[in-house]
């Protein structure tokens, strides 16, 4: 496993991600951007994992999950998920409880893919690496919101501009800020 743990999250102007633990737009653009990123692995030995939160598991419609190809990692603070868990899919009570039983498998990268609650804790985490982020280039009505992130990263590529649904979106890398 990767010395460092990476962030995916796809915001617009305001920050926004979430209104009603659901997406508030649709980019398929975006979705296959998330999907080649998470899963293409150097070795094909290898696979990645996600970690999210309880929320933005259920969140994921049923047909889509659990996401393919890669581990799926939950984090909740209950006893277990609601319901039966399924094949791939393994929950843990914390961010570091999930890091370090991951680094003895066979894992290449890791990405933290959400909610509101599990980025604004990974942020600050001492392995947080590159941060992969959409810019979607409007303003929605959201209800949940990625947290303040500028003054932590340096950005290192912008995408060209792309549009879909009339709306605009840019792809930003970017790495921890060292000073
Ligand atoms: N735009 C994007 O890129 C993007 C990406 C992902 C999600 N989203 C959106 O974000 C929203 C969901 O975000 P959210 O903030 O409401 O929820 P979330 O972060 O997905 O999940 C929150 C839950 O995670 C568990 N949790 C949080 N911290 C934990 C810890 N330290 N240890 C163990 N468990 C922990 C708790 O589960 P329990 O309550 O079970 O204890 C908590 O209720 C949805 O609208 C979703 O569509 C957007």
Redesign the pocket.
Known sequence: MRERFSM????DLNRG???????PWRIPGDLKFFKDLTTKTDDPNLHNACI?????WE?IPEKHRPLADRYNIV????AALDGPVPQGVFVF???DDALLKMSEGPIDQVFV??????YN?AIFHEKMGTLYLTEVRSQFDCD?FFPEYKEMFTLKSTSEIMVENGIEYVFKEYQPFIP
Do not use: F
Request: proline share 0%.
């Open positions: 995916v999250v796809a915001c991600i979430g209104k009603n633990n659901s997406l999210m939160g309880r929320k933005t969140s984090l909740t603070r209950k009570g914390s961010l893919i959400g909610g509101a609650e599990i804790q949940t």
